[in-house]
């Protein structure tokens, strides 16, 4: 049974060899096991995932794997030196640097492995929480704390497992197992984090009411026609999402795409920036997607003669090189149900997520246009991509809804748009290493490098 969580338990064939004995895991996918090739006994990892059988120590008679499965130990009897019994160690992926223990003349002699001695200075010493880079979180800006850990000689070091967080006074702000900040109310809390119950630090900060920046909101009370044109046949339709929200449906016929495109066109030169929330519930492998795109200069004039009912969007020539995207899921089929698409053009992005993702729940999609053309994603306020390319700013930019929904249910709820960027998120933490994230992935807060 493969130790990774994904690969499901099965029976592997090693094609040419019959299985000795399995000495046990080298890591979640790898395992030690010894053969028989032709009366040649063998010691040989093999891999689950690829199929590849690696050949470590022939003519092999006893083999130990450490507690730790950095190291094997091995007695060889080679036929050339009848009579003689050499004991080998090596680390597990390094067969290569083997050393023999010498005097050994047992076939079987007892091994106790010792555990790993520490240099004092390579254990933590001393942790801090970096404090905001504004010195104050605001009221609509979800903020991750970073921090730094450090070793008696000066030196940092990274944690053996993640650090608990708590808050002073979660009605100022709230703070959740990954050092993910929530702001509820003007107001002073203190932050505390620890890490393995003996090294703690803590950060008091403000919490300043927001600058609203908003220049427009759709919450869907009003209906579809008010702000958007709608496309598609059947045309999209309005329902309600978890707890009674309005949303848009993007409805579909399995074939073509359905959906709105904003009457509104806004100026990105300053940078220009949309969040909204998203459910998308599967229940088929093709034909249900969440589509919310920037496109810019998406008027009359490029659409030229397309009905608005069959077939798809013609965008092509100045609009495709004017579009960024955000979908879910990213492909059909299941590998779909676990990436979310980042595009900019014809650059594309593949993100992993969470399966879950398909089952409704709500999450908030945020599509950011930087002054620099750049466009960055984030899900649930935390940055996970941002473009390679550049969308030219020149024309003003419309939002596009879509991209299918037959037989399902997915959702766009609530949309807010801005001018410039928020600063409620940290897309610099897309500049260190690990820190990308998506929903349902392996989230913590980031220690810088």
């Known amino acids: 049974m493969p130790q990774d969580g994904r690969t ?166 709230t703070v959740d197992s990954l050092g993910l900040a929530r702001p509820r109310r003007p107001g002073k809390a203190t932050v505390y984090m620890n890490v393995g119950g003996w090294r703690q630090d803590s950060l008091p900060t403000a919490v300043v009411p927001a600058r609203d920046s908003f220049i427009f909101r759709e919450d869907w009370e009003g209906g579809i026609a008010a702000h958007w044109i709608p496309f598609g046949e059947p045309r999209p339709t309005l329902t309600s999402m978890a707890g009674g929200t309005p949303a848009f449906l993007n409805n579909g016929d399995g ?61 092509r020539g100045v609009l495709e090189n004017r579009l960024c995207s955000a979908g879910y899921p990213a492909s059909e089929g299941p ?14 992005h593949p993100l992993p997520v969470d399966s879950s993702l398909s089952e409704g729940h709500p999450f908030r999609i945020r599509l950011q246009l930087f002054p620099d053309g750049r466009c960055g994603l984030a899900l649930d306020g935390r940055p996970v991509s941002i473009s390679e390319n550049v969308v030219p700013l020149d024309l003003p930019f419309a939002i596009r809804l879509g991209y299918a929904a037959y037989q399902g249910r997915v959702l766009h709820g609530p949309i807010e748009v801005w001018r410039r960027v928020r600063d409620d998120v940290q897309w610099e933490l897309l500049d260190v290493p690990d820190s990308t994230t998506a929903p349902g992935g392996a989230n913590r807060s980031p220690a810088l490098p």
Request: contains cysteine.
């Open 8 to 173: 499901p338990p099965g029976c592997f064939s090693l094609p040419g060899y019959l299985m000795w004995d399995a000495h046990g895991w080298v890591d979640d996918l790898r395992v030690l096991l010894s053969v028989d090739s032709a009366g040649n006994h063998l010691l040989v990892r093999y891999d689950l995932e690829t199929g590849a059988v690696k050949v470590l120590q022939r003519f092999i008679q006893q083999v130990w794997l450490s507690p730790d499965r950095r190291w094997v130990a091995v007695t060889v009897a080679r036929p050339r030196e009848e009579g003689q019994t050499r004991l080998l160690i090596h680390p597990t992926d390094d067969p290569g640097r083997a050393r023999e223990v010498v005097g050994v003349t047992s076939l079987n002699p007892e091994l106790v492995w010792l555990p790993q001695v520490r240099d004092a200075r390579t254990y933590l010493d001393t942790v801090r929480i970096l404090p905001p880079p504004r010195g104050a979180l605001r009221t609509d800006a979800s903020y991750l704390f970073r921090y730094r850990l450090r070793r008696a000689d000066g030196g940092e070091i990274t944690a053996s497992a993640p650090p608990a967080w708590s808050v002073s006074d979660t009605t100022v702000r």
């Open 255 to 315: 074939s073509y795409t359905s959906g709105a495109y904003s009457r509104a066109h806004w100026d990105a030169t300053d940078g220009l920036g949309l969040e909204v929330t998203g459910s998308v519930q599967l229940t088929r492998g093709q034909g249900q997607v969440l589509l919310v795109d920037w496109v810019g200069g998406l008027d009359s004039l490029h659409l030229g003669s397309w009905d608005h009912l069959g077939g798809y969007m013609p965008l």
């Open 335 to 348: 590998a779909g149900k676990v990436r979310f698409s980042h595009s900019v053009g014809p650059w594309n």
